[in-house]
């Protein structure tokens, strides 16, 4: 009789494993991102920016805010004037095997020596060149991503057995990462008698004034996606 019990409970679990499998990924459980959180699910994200309470005074949306139960804000969120979302992202590209004071360290020392090198080249300059040269680092850093930004990319895709380097066009969040990474990578491939926030620093500047190895390997993707224009209709095929 034991048996008899211990068989049926096997082929009951067996069925149900069946059953689960069944379902097309999952798609028919409701399995949510709230059920590993500390949180309900109807605890909602804080809103922490000064300027987004602003456009949300008088809203709908405010008032819904106003009596909606709210999550904690999290460590690395801030409303802070001083706070700069890209500066904590490129911290994170710099950081390794989970040291981030560390990456935060080189960041700051980087932009000090951004700041540095040009109020030396300010000094340095003739008056009339004075005129409208930057010396915050903050905004140098901005421009010098920006500048770095691709437009396109290669993506490999295989066509009648054949594979093809179609050029793509690549999205704002997508072309800030690769500058950023390319600007880690041009300064961690200069000589290595001189420290990463030195080498950084220098690379920022050359990318501020359109100039370094950054902008020249942007320059030569667009070259390359240029030849290989006549693939771009892969992308729909």
């Not at 109807?42 to 009596?67: D, F, I, N, S």
């Not at 005129?131 to 500048?147: Q, R, S, T, Y």
């Not at 080498?199 to 920022?204: G, I, N, P, T, V």
Request: charged letters at 30%.
């Amino acid at each position: 009789m034991a048996a008899l019990k211990m068989f049926h409970s096997r082929q009951f679990a067996a069925a149900t494993v069946r059953s689960l499998l069944s379902i097309n990924r999952w798609s028919e459980i409701n399995i949510k991102k709230n059920d590993y959180s500390v949180y309900p699910p109807y605890y909602v994200r804080p809103v922490y920016k000064k300027e987004q309470q602003a456009a949300l005074k008088g809203t709908e949306e405010a008032e819904h805010l106003a009596h909606a139960p709210i999550k904690a804000a999290r460590n690395n969120e801030t409303s802070s004037v001083f706070h700069d979302e890209f500066l904590r992202q490129f911290t994170n590209y710099i950081m390794k095997k989970g040291n981030k004071i560390l990456a935060r360290r080189l960041l700051e020392k980087s932009l000090e020596n951004v700041k540095r090198i040009q109020l030396e080249r300010y000094h340095k300059a003739e008056p009339q060149d004075k005129v409208g040269m930057e010396l915050d680092p903050k905004i140098i850093m901005h421009k010098a991503i920006a500048n770095c930004k691709p437009l396109l990319k290669l993506e490999r895709i295989k066509r009648g057995g054949a594979t093809y380097q179609v050029p793509i066009p690549v999205t704002d969040k997508n072309a800030q990462w690769v500058a950023s990474k390319w600007m880690l990578e041009a300064a961690r491939d200069k000589e290595s008698n001189a420290h990463l926030p030195e080498k950084l620093a220098y690379e920022l500047l050359d990318a501020f004034n359109n100039q370094g190895r950054v902008i020249k390997r942007k320059q030569d993707l667009h070259k390359q996606c240029e030849a290989n224009r006549a693939y771009a209709h892969y992308r729909w095929s």
